[in-house]
């Protein structure tokens, strides 16, 4: 298994659906993170969860709804999403210990079309 | 606020040649700074960190990356770019705690044959 494992890889929706992306990683970690990156933009950070509970909301659309039910697992839903929103959704994780920062490790993405 | 820059937002190098790619952060105390490498369509794959330290570091794939804290900079270097280096490189800045990386908005490397 590698390291951060996000699914799908692609996914196409409508403006109406409800969908979820899904976030395992394999590290031991206990931090996860979504970040959002758009074509010609910087990466954006979303959300993060520290030890499953959320530290940060960056002024994230409702529509997108984060869940951690536990340290390994982290889900993005999705509803009444816009045509903006395509952008490739990307996790991460780290580990946090004793207030010391470590480097994140990266998923695949998943390329996210809304249509 | 932190802030990373990356002035070059895309650079095109001979394989062979020697490539350097430049990072200036803002941040109130020590940072810990990384690079990143992504290809098309993939997710990010760390290169490098500085937390502490020898100021020079070295990474994977060739790469070395100096930081210079008079000049808050943390710039990228390879004496010899082969063509498997072209994608896109990322310089972030990390937090003591909190784990929020602040990333910059990246330069694309293309490299000729």
């Known amino acids: 298994e590698t390291g951060v494992t996000q699914t799908p890889r692609h996914l196409v929706m409508g403006m109406t659906n409800k969908k979820s992306l899904k976030c395992e990683q394999h590290?031991?970690?206990?931090?996860m993170y979504w970040y959002k990156q758009s074509a010609k933009k910087p990466l954006e950070l979303m959300f993060v969860y520290n030890f499953k509970e959320q530290t940060e909301n960056n002024s994230v659309p409702s529509r997108f709804s984060p869940e951690c039910p536990n340290s390994s697992h982290l889900f993005l839903h999705l509803h009444t999403l816009q045509p903006e929103d395509s952008a490739l959704y990307l996790c991460?994780?780290?580990?946090?210990?004793?207030?010391?920062?470590?480097?994140?490790?990266f998923g695949q993405g998943t390329r996210l079309t809304v249509v | 606020a932190q802030s990373v820059t990356q002035p070059d937002i895309h650079i095109t190098v001979s394989e062979g040649a020697s490539l350097e790619l430049r990072c200036n952060y803002s941040?109130?105390?020590?940072?810990?700074l990384f690079w990143y490498v992504q290809s098309p369509g993939q997710g990010l794959q760390l290169l490098l960190k500085y937390f502490s330290g020898d100021t020079l570091v070295q990474g994977i794939k060739g790469f070395e990356a100096e930081f210079k804290r008079s000049q808050s900079s943390f710039n990228l270097r390879k004496p010899s770019v082969h063509w498997s280096d072209a994608a896109e490189y990322f310089c972030?800045?990390?937090?003591?705690?909190?784990?929020?990386?602040?990333f910059g908005p990246g330069t694309r490397l293309s490299v000729l044959p």
């Open positions: 972030a800045v990390g937090r003591n705690y909190g784990q929020n990386f602040v």
């Open positions: 590290l031991g970690h206990n931090a």
């Open positions: 941040y109130g105390a020590t940072p810990y």
């Open positions: 991460a994780s780290s580990q946090v210990e004793l207030g010391q920062n470590t480097e994140a490790f």
